[in-house]
């Protein structure tokens, strides 16, 4: 039994579940530095109170994840000789005094090695790797493809502005009605925009005026309104500079 090894596992392993328990066993008869632990499936199942077909699925995700590795195999049956590679990664030189004791009050594990973290210099990072800078980083947020229309969507104050100085005989609130309506009913790959609001400049700048919907005007109004333009249309300047026809 290897306190050391049981002692990585509780303190350091990520597995979680069964995973872990299974590893606990593993780790309960390896040596102090994490290896020569000899066990079958059936062993580790009995120990466990899981089937072998349980403990080897278990096992293949303890070596995918690197915390556990294979030796060799051992015997005529060829049983896997497994190994905590994570606990030689640790320093055993260091001393820690511990708290059990026995019914005389003499330390069960006096003197036990601990765990301590290794310290090492930062992996220089070769020339052609991927550095992380704001610049990249926004390009690499920024969507490669477009979005579709989303129910409540409004352009921004300046794509507003834009238009009303551009187009002031539109309906402003009509034409947004039925830009949303058309984009959020609209399928297909046309669907998805990557600019939504140039997209609604562009309508708004090609919106047909209704002529149906302007403001109704009688016969003689319009008769009058159109004398009046011809009258100042035709109008000669006169010595005290007021136009008027027939000076």
Same mark, same amino acid.
């Given at each position: ?30 040596? !102090? ?195 009046? !333009? ?18």
């Amino acid at each position: 039994m290897s306190v050391q090894a049981t002692s990585w596992v509780w303190d350091h392993s990520q597995a979680e579940g069964n995973a872990r328990l299974v590893l606990l066993a593993i780790a309960d008869g390896a040596n !102090k530095q994490g290896g020569r632990s000899c066990q079958s499936a059936k062993t580790i199942g009995e120990m466990c109170r899981l089937s072998s077909r349980s403990v080897q699925r278990h096992i293949a995700l303890l070596l995918e994840s690197g915390e556990l590795v294979i030796e060799g195999t051992h015997g005529k049956y060829h049983t896997n000789i497994y190994a905590l590679p994570g606990l030689s990664r640790y320093d055993s030189t260091d001393v820690r005094q511990n708290d059990v004791y026995d019914s005389r009050g003499s330390s069960l594990r006096q003197n036990e090695p601990v765990a301590t973290t290794e310290l090492c210099h930062p992996t220089p990072i070769p020339q052609d790797t991927y550095v992380s800078t704001p610049e990249r980083d926004a390009d690499k947020s920024a969507p490669s493809k477009g979005s579709r229309m989303v129910d409540g969507w409004m352009p921004d104050q300046k794509h507003i502005d834009k238009i009303k100085q551009m187009r002031p005989d539109i309906d402003l609130n009509l034409e947004h009605t039925k830009f949303m309506n058309y984009w959020i009913a609209k399928t297909g790959k046309d669907a998805s925009k990557k600019d939504w609001g140039r997209t609604w400049e562009n309508w708004m700048l090609n919106a047909r005026v209704d002529k149906s919907r302007q403001e109704y005007k009688p016969g003689w109004q319009k008769r009058l309104e159109h004398a009046a !333009k011809q009258n100042e249309q035709y109008k000669a300047p006169s010595n005290d500079g007021v136009f008027s026809i027939g000076r």
